[in-house]
């Protein structure tokens, strides 16, 4: 029986039938897909392969060009040292040392061991070789091994003159079959001749490949044209020894070839192993593999070289590798995508469903908004036609909110904010969001002022609201504002009253103060003038008692005349400009520091004084302030044997500090300190007008910072000041 009798065939045949018709789509696209990756992929490996291969023989080329220039280099070396037996007929060993010595050998090849020479002698000459070397002043020539031989090749020269070297003089080169061959081999073709792998005497027991090249040297520097005139004319050998691990780095230089390779000598089919590079049996195989045959100096030579494996002789045969990866990925989600595609246009149709009943449910919420919102709402169109309003607008307007649709939105104020409003875009125009205040007259004719919020209101193509204007009675908001505006007047204007009142009470202060300083040192002038010339003309009339009163009296006038003079000091003090500017306080305390050890010298004071503090105020107010610390703790120290005086910052505070071991003072009087003419000591123990610290409290509040003391009687005091903002910091 048809489950579904409704639904017609067409659509349960597309409904069945054409999923499946996607995936066979899907899955031809991922086949052809996976084709395409693998033929490409494969095609590109090969090419990166030969690529590689070719890089790799390019790189063994290279190296045996290399061993074969670095050979020539050596055989140019023996022939300047057979040229030398051109120009005398066999050079002293001081002239071969110099000759060795201007070669540079040691820097220029260092592979080489010494240039040398060894001489062609019958065996029947030996001894009169011996004889020749030892009357030539060189000493007794010991010919080794020992034993009898047709033909001797005894190394007379080997320079640089190393301990190892001579150990090789008088070595015969024909008693070692390997070394014999070859010196053999050069005399007959009068060319350079190559050994096969020998232990040097040089290297002792020390096992290592070492070689020779042979450069035959013919008596009168001629080069004889046939064997027999060579074997006639044979003087010696110029020859280089040196060892092959080093010999091949010194080739390569700053090359070096990724590649494993090995030397092999095959000269007569027999196969020697010279150099490797290629310690053990490496578990990698390579991906490449090349031999290379080269004829040096009458030896064959073999080069075996492995290349690295794949991942490192072609680099980016990983990358093919993650691209092939990536290929079948992006082949998987093809047929993903094609798979699904399927299934977009069922779900497009659920979602544009659903899509339209919240649209319908968003309009309902917004409709329902407007109708209770408090605030009055108007709905316009691109004209600025109202086309809605709220019943909240109607109450604002006092009119019907039906009637207003088709009503110009502007045409509700008065006419100046008509004006004023035309020249305003509608928010559709800018898509933006605007305030302003306009006023209108209620249908009661009282004016009242709203607060207009204007929205653009996105839409469909034929929708006819473009905009939404939220309107606000803030009619008593600005009356209260206004009253607030005045008021601030009224106080603005008493503040300026009491101000310029507050500037005349300074004004007659100063004045005042300044007449009552002039007025006062009249008669204390007087005073002490009288006091002075009674002192001179009848200071001996007195006795004791009244010479004593009249020096009283005249101290007490000198020191009323300085107490005046701190006062008005004092009083200027908060009348001046402040001239905020960067200040060392530390090159400032060592300043002060120095004047008052210049006013005092024969006390001993210690003046701790930390480095890099400075400061942001009026240099002369804080100039004055560290004067009045400082000088109070030099004054206060007098009498002690190791008096100490410190200027510093506690880090933990932020504050500055002035510390001393004086005399100190009772905890119970530090408020009385930074009082004018507040007094802790007598006049005759510490001398002072009693206005220093009232001078410093007012310099630093005047910085808007604090100060405070802490003191102990006998044990020193320490006063903390602290200035506003960024005052403490590192000068240096």
């Known amino acids: 029986m048809d489950a579904s009798p409704d639904i017609p065939r067409s659509s349960r045949f597309e409904k069945h039938f054409l999923p499946h018709g996607g995936h066979l789509l899907a899955l031809a696209v991922l086949i052809g897909a996976l084709v395409l990756v693998f033929a490409t992929w ?43 037996f051109a120009s005398v007929n066999r050079p002293t060993p001081q002239q071969w040392a110099s000759y060795v010595e201007g070669m540079d050998i040691g820097t220029r090849f260092p592979a080489m061991l010494g240039l040398g020479y060894a001489a062609y002698v019958d065996g029947g000459r030996i001894g009169d070789l011996q004889l020749e070397w030892r009357d030539a002043g060189n000493g007794m020539l010991a010919v080794f091994p ?75 520097g001629e080069q004889p044209a046939d064997v ?26 700053n090359i070096r070839p990724n590649a494993r390779f090995r030397i092999y000598d095959v000269t007569g089919g027999n196969e020697v192993l010279l150099f490797t590079n290629a310690f053990g049996q490496s578990e990698e195989t390579p991906a490449f593999r090349y031999s290379r045959r080269v004829e040096l100096y009458g030896r064959d030579w073999r080069i075996d070289f492995d290349s690295p494996p794949i991942a490192v002789a072609a680099p980016r045969m990983q990358a093919l590798q993650n691209t092939l990866a990536l290929g079948i990925v992006a082949s998987l989600l093809m047929y993903a995508v094609a798979w699904m595609l399927a299934q977009t246009e069922a779900r497009a149709r659920i979602i544009a469903s659903r899509l339209t009943e919240d649209y319908r449910r968003s309009e309902q919420r917004f409709r329902g908004a407007m109708q209770y919102s408090a605030i009055g709402m108007v709905l316009l169109d691109s004209q600025g036609l109202i086309v809605e309003a709220n019943p909240a607008m109607g109450r604002i307007i006092g009119r019907d909110p039906a009637a207003l649709a ?43 002022h709203v607060q207009l919020t204007y929205a653009s209101v996105p839409g469909n193509v034929g929708q006819d609201v473009a905009g939404l204007v939220q309107v606000e009675d803030v009619t008593e908001r600005l009356r209260a504002e206004a009253r607030v505006h005045a008021l601030n007047r009224t ?17 007659e202060l100063e004045s005042f103060a300044y007449s009552v300083s002039h007025d006062l040192r009249a008669p204390l002038r007087a005073i002490e003038g009288f006091g002075r010339i009674l002192s001179e003309r009848y200071g001996a009339a007195l006795d004791d008692s009244g010479r004593d009163y009249l020096g009283r009296v005249r101290r007490a006038a000198s020191r009323m005349g300085e107490l005046i003079d701190a006062m008005l000091k004092m009083s200027r003090l908060t009348r001046g400009e402040l001239k905020p500017e960067a200040v060392d306080l530390s090159r400032m305390a060592q300043e002060i520091g120095e004047e008052l050890r210049a006013e005092d010298p024969q006390r001993e004071v210690e003046f701790v004084v930390q480095l890099g503090l400075a400061a942001s105020g009026d240099p002369a107010l804080l100039r004055n ?60 123990q510490f001398a002072g007008h009693g206005i220093g610290l009232a001078t410093v409290k007012r310099i630093v509040e005047r910085h808007g910072g604090t100060i405070r003391a802490e003191g102990a009687e006998g044990q020193g005091a320490m006063f903390r000041f602290t200035l506003p903002g960024d005052a403490a910091h590192d000068h240096r």
């Open 491 to 507: 106080l603005e204007a008493r503040v300026a009253l009491r101000t310029r009142e507050l500037s005349q009470a300074n004004q």
């Open 625 to 684: 302030l560290l004067s009045n610390l400082l000088g109070n703790a030099w004054k206060f120290t007098r009498g002690r044997d190791a008096a100490r005086v410190e200027f510093g910052l506690l880090a933990e505070t932020d504050e500055f500090f002035v510390r001393d071991n004086g005399a100190g003072f009772s905890q119970a009087y530090v408020d009385k300190l930074f009082r004018p003419f507040q007094r802790l000591h007598s006049q005759e």
């Open 406 to 448: 088709g009503t110009p939105f502007r045409a509700l104020f008065d006419e100046d904010e008509v004006r004023r409003g035309e020249a305003t875009p509608l928010p559709a125009e800018t898509g933006d969001v605007r305030r302003t205040t306009r006023r209108f007259h209620h249908e009661d004719g009282i004016p009242r």
């Open 146 to 220: 020992r034993g009898v031989r047709e033909v001797y090749g005894p190394v007379l020269y080997l320079e640089p003159r190393s301990p190892a070297n001579q150990r090789t003089i008088g070595f015969d080169m024909f008693s070692e079959p390997t070394r014999g061959a070859a010196l053999q081999t050069a005399l007959e073709t009068g060319r350079a001749r190559l050994t096969g792998p020998v232990q040097l005497l040089q290297d002792g027991p020390l096992k290592a490949t070492g070689l020779l090249l042979y450069l035959p040297v013919y008596r009168g």
């Open 42 to 84: 494969h095609s590109v490996r090969q090419r990166e392969l030969r690529a590689a291969e070719a890089r790799f023989i390019a790189t063994t080329a290279e190296v045996a060009d290399l061993l074969q220039q670095r050979l020539v280099q050596y055989e140019l070396v023996t022939r300047g040292g057979a040229a030398l």
């Open 228 to 253: 027999e005139a060579r074997r006639m004319l044979i003087q010696g050998w110029v020859y280089v020894p040196f060892r092959m691990r080093q010999f091949v780095a010194s080739s390569l230089g």
